[in-house]
């Protein structure tokens, strides 16, 4: 009698374990890797927080007249710019996330380093926009934006590393000599600013906004290229 308990609970575990190996053998595990809903839910309320500060930071003026708004012209331009900007890296960052299948330790860390220096904008864009676009706040403007390319293409490398030489991200981006060009001229601004014409300066961060304003469907274009493989499966 003090063996047949244990024999029959093994008995039982056995069994109970073949029953469910069994019942749900069927039913597909998730892919391994965290999911990248989280990263792109806490990614969109950081730029949303991002854009709401540089709202708050808008100061109405006094006067009832449209000549009161005449001061604040560079306030007002120096937030579209901004703006403008936010709305590129969450337009990329958005499609780059659409076609990535999980995210590793790496990729969260090198997208909480991205959001760190696009959190700088709201305080390079008051500061610059205060001070009437003069040399310093203009260029550590600059800086803030080549930091965030350069953040960006880490964050994007990371992922191509994490997906494969042959992800579609991989293939959508190649050499990615869009960003690369742009972060040269970031660099190239900087100085200018310093040194020659904070006003030309402007216009190089104005000509970049306006190269990625043009709508960018290297990764569409990698989708549909995949498509027919994807349907297939």
């Given amino acids: 009698m003090p063996i047949t308990v244990p024999v029959t609970r093994t008995a039982t575990c056995i069994a109970s374990r073949w029953f469910f190996t069994l019942a749900f053998s069927h039913v597909k595990r998730p892919a391994a890797g965290m999911p990248t809903s989280r990263l792109e839910a806490f990614s969109d309320g950081v730029l949303a927080i991002i854009i709401t500060i540089?709202?708050?930071?808008?100061?109405?003026?006094?006067?009832?007249d449209l000549r009161a708004l005449v001061p604040l012209w560079p306030v007002l331009l120096s937030y579209v710019l901004s703006f403008v900007y936010l709305g590129i890296y969450w337009n990329n960052?958005?499609?780059?996330?659409?076609?990535?299948?999980?995210?590793?330790?790496?990729?969260?860390?090198?997208?909480?380093?991205?959001?760190?220096?696009?959190?700088?904008?709201?305080?390079?864009?008051?500061?610059?926009?205060e001070t009437r676009f003069a040399s310093v706040p203009t260029a550590a403007y600059g800086v803030v934006l080549l930091l965030a390319a350069i953040a960006y293409l880490i964050l994007q490398q990371t992922i191509v590393r994490s997906e494969?030489?042959?992800?579609?991200?991989?293939?959508?981006t190649g050499r990615d000599r869009k960003g690369r060009v742009s972060a040269a001229m970031y660099a190239l601004a900087i100085p200018?600013?310093?040194?020659?014409?904070?006003?030309?300066?402007g216009a190089v961060y104005v000509a970049v906004a306006l190269i990625w304003l043009v709508p960018d469907r290297r990764i569409e274009r990698a989708l549909t290229a995949h498509q027919p493989q994807t349907v297939e499966r």
Avoid: D, K
């Fill in 164 to 172: 494969g030489p042959n992800s579609i991200l991989a293939v959508a």
């Fill in 54 to 64: 540089m709202v708050l930071e808008l100061r109405a003026p006094e006067e009832s």
């Fill in 192 to 201: 200018t600013a310093l040194f020659l014409n904070a006003a030309v300066a």
């Fill in 93 to 129: 960052h958005h499609h780059m996330l659409h076609v990535t299948s999980c995210v590793s330790g790496g990729i969260l860390w090198a997208n909480l380093h991205l959001l760190f220096w696009l959190s700088l904008v709201p305080f390079t864009t008051g500061w610059m926009g």
